[in-house]
């Protein structure tokens, strides 16, 4: 008899389906499996005969043929033992085709019969509501982070014989709640009222954060760098759900979700130490995953001294910045990630890090100029802000004075957003680090003192064409930030401050 | 090429030869034309080693010497010999006179009075400001500065009198055509055109730390007196003081905190007898300058009266009372004038940009003298 069950593959972060077909015939009894098989799926046979017998299910020895189509899509992970067995059960005859008929199953059998949690359930299920297929049975781990898709029948099984008396009607599982979505911002143990003092870094940081402007941190070790990074998650504003469909999808890609975590609500804050290969900041591998930078989408990617990550790894993330996704191109085809994120790197400003304190710092001026010149060119012009930080003194770090917690700067942050949200709409983008350049002065809307003033400052500081429009972004964020409709000298005033330029020249303090 | 340049130069450039053994040569045989026609038996009673002696004999070739002289000469480099016209006069006094000399530029004219300023490779930047400040006023004065373009001090000192579009030599430790250190690269061009370089070494002479203490000796010897801007109280400013004492030279030097170390050399110098500087005038009266031309601004900071000229806003007015010409990080300058951090920011960007302050690195400010 044949029977035909609905299964899916991962492709990249996005979900594919695939058809289980089972014959069973007479003739030698042989179990053969076809479809274009990675070995892991090739294994399922010894796991799915094993755990049907001790599920209590005895195939008599037949002709047995598994195929996996379509056959020219590479079949990998251990999710087809579960469809596999019911569609063995049904070729069979235990179970009738029609209990079976468009219910998507995944799950990998464990040699007792218990349906193990697989990884990559997300984008599958995704993609499954998209083709209309409305019930599903995965394992009872997957059921949260399945249920998150609206319109959908998820039911979590435990082992096998209860999928099987499921489907026979014999004792229906329970279907899987869907959560209510709510945005949540709370539930971060960190605040930036934990920052003491650091006014001028927190200033730059929430204008980083309100553009989506990359920044760079310059400061000795211990002033403080990490510990606001990792609060900039904070002060973003709550994942939408579509935003948290996505991330969600490449945390699963990657078997990185919890059993109990349905949605991820938290921005991410990805800090990957220095040693990091390409393909781990990247994405890659034989089968490509997501990378630090997919695994950062939608929040925070930190690079911690910079200046010790190989260049040739800083040098690949530039078309990932610019695209907001990595396409990685291997033999069974190429496989698009997304990486929506922004930049937080930070890095000493001389080779012993405490330059510019000259009780501390010996370097010479070469020493520190050959150490800033580690850093490409190239690398810095993504970079839109840059602060430098200074270790804090015994007042500002045990002051009575009260900071302001995250929640207050988020919400100026939300309220910039949504400006540029409604401002860029046309463009096609969202915030005004990605404003293409051509539209910049259009958007910026200066008065001719403000003109006569960018004049001034391209000349004063001999920015770059680049660098110029990168100082107009950034004031264009401020201006954003103080609600004005055009920006205004105060704001490029300001703007100026952070250029990316003339980090150093040769001045210390005692 | 007369024939004296020639035997002058032939015996500066004997390798191994240094000018002490040019004095000993000097005194026993008279004019280098009567070493070189002397027999080597007699000049090896003066010669101790046989490297010296070896290579003596090798020198004598006269061709090589000649396409060596042609060469620096095409190079727009003097090669200077007490014979010589050219010769400073000033030197020719001074113990252990130098028998040959390296020049690119132009010497100070023999009448003009000069200023030799010294201090510490490693200083703050109220040294090096202060270098500036002064090498600019005395240069705009008339008097020449002196230095040795070094880290630090030297180089500020140079800069300064560039700035007033005064003249400044540059007394090289290494060879003539050496730069060192490379971040003076744009110095050395700057000085060369308007001023002078000079060394006691040829063109290839690596610039090793045993030759800077003789070129110290120079740097006193081509100066009337000798400005000690900041130093620590081991130093090796020290080492020009002394010769310039030795030579006679007055000793002025600006006094500093007691708690600075890096100005406890000079304050030691005061304490030992030095003239205390206090203003620009204070160096032009010691060394009777005729004041024709006045210091435009006599002491280093900004009177009232100049401040209420810049005609500053109030917020840029209360955050210039801050700053200092240590330089001061942007949230210490927040914290004071307690003001928001984006108007801190404009009102120094827009000091910056009228020029009364600099941003020493990024994010700490100070005021500009």
Known sequence: MYSKILSGTLHGVEGRLITVEADVSEGLPVFNMVGFLASEVREASERVRTALKNAGYLLPPKRITVNLSPADVRKEGSVFDLPISIALLAAYGYIPAECVQNILLLGELSLSGDVLGVRGVLPIVDFARKQNITTLILPYDNRKEASVIPGLTVYGAKDLKQVVEHLLGQSPMQAEPMPRYEEKTEGFSIDFADVKGQRMLKRATEIAVSGMHNILYLGPPGAGKSMIAKRIPTIMPALSYEESIELTKIYSVNGMLGAEEGLIRKRPFRMPHHSITANALIGGGKVPKPGEISLAHHGVLFLDEFLEFQKNIIEMMRQPLEDGEITISRLQGSYTFPCDIMLVAAMNPCPCGFYPDLTRCHCTRPQIEHYLKKISEPMLDRMDLNISVRKMTYEELYGMEQEECSKQIRERVIRAQAIQKRRLAPFGVRFNSQIPANRLDELCGLGKEEEKLRKELFERYQLSARGAGKVMKVARTIADLDASECVKSHHMWEAVTYRMSDFYQGGGTE | ?369
């Not at chain 2, 023999?110 to 090096?128: D, F, H, L, N, P």
């Not at chain 2, 020290?238 to 600075?260: C, H, M, N, S, Y």
């Not at chain 2, 401040?307 to 330089?327: D, F, G, N, W």
Request: proline share 5%; net charge neutral.
């Open chain 2, 1 to 369: 090429m007369k024939t004296e340049d020639f035997y002058w130069y032939w015996l500066n450039t004997i390798s191994g030869i240094g000018n002490r053994t040019i004095g000993r040569l000097l005194d026993r045989f008279g004019t280098p034309k009567q070493i070189y026609h002397t027999e080597e038996r007699e000049i090896a009673s003066v010669l101790r080693t046989k490297k010296q002696q070896s290579a003596f004999h090798m020198s004598k070739n006269k061709a090589p010497v000649i396409d060596s002289y042609n060469n620096i000469s095409a190079g727009g480099i003097t090669f200077l010999h007490p014979d010589s016209p050219l010769f400073p006069e000033r030197l020719k006094t001074i113990p252990d006179m130098p028998y040959g000399l390296y020049l690119k530029g132009i010497l100070p004219p023999e009448e003009k009075k000069t200023v030799a300023m010294i201090g510490a490779r490693s200083c703050t930047r109220y040294g090096k400001e202060m270098a500036r400040f002064f090498a600019s006023e005395l240069a705009g004065c008339g008097v020449g500065i002196i230095s040795g373009l070094a880290r630090g001090v030297d180089g500020m000192a140079h800069v300064g009198a560039l700035e007033a579009d005064g003249y400044t030599l540059g007394v090289l430790g290494g060879g003539i055509d050496q730069i060192y250190p490379i971040e003076h690269a744009a110095l050395f061009q700057q000085i060369e055109q308007s001023g002078g370089l000079i060394s006691e070494s040829g063109p290839g002479i690596q610039p090793v730390a045993g030759l800077f203490p003789m070129r110290n000796r120079l740097i006193a010897g081509f100066a009337d007196g000798i400005l000690v801007v900041e130093a620590m109280e081991k130093s090796g400013t020290f080492i020009t003081v002394d010769q310039g004492l030795e030579q006679g030279k007055e000793i002025f030097a600006l006094p500093g905190r007691l708690t600075d170390s890096k100005s406890a050399g000079c304050n030691r110098l005061i304490q030992m007898g030095a003239h205390i500087v206090t203003g620009v005038e204070d160096v032009l009266e010691l060394l009777q300058i005729d004041n024709t031309s006045r210091p435009k601004r006599n002491r280093p900071e900004r009177s009232e009266e100049e401040i209420h000229k810049m005609s500053l806003a109030p917020l840029e007015k209360m955050v210039y009372s801050c700053l200092r010409i240590e330089p001061k990080y942007v949230d210490v300058i927040i914290s004071e004038v307690r003001v928001a951090p984006q108007e801190v920011c404009m009102a120094l960007n827009q000091l910056v940009l009228c020029g009364a302050v600099v941003e020493t690195t990024r994010n700490y400010y100070a005021i500009k003298l």
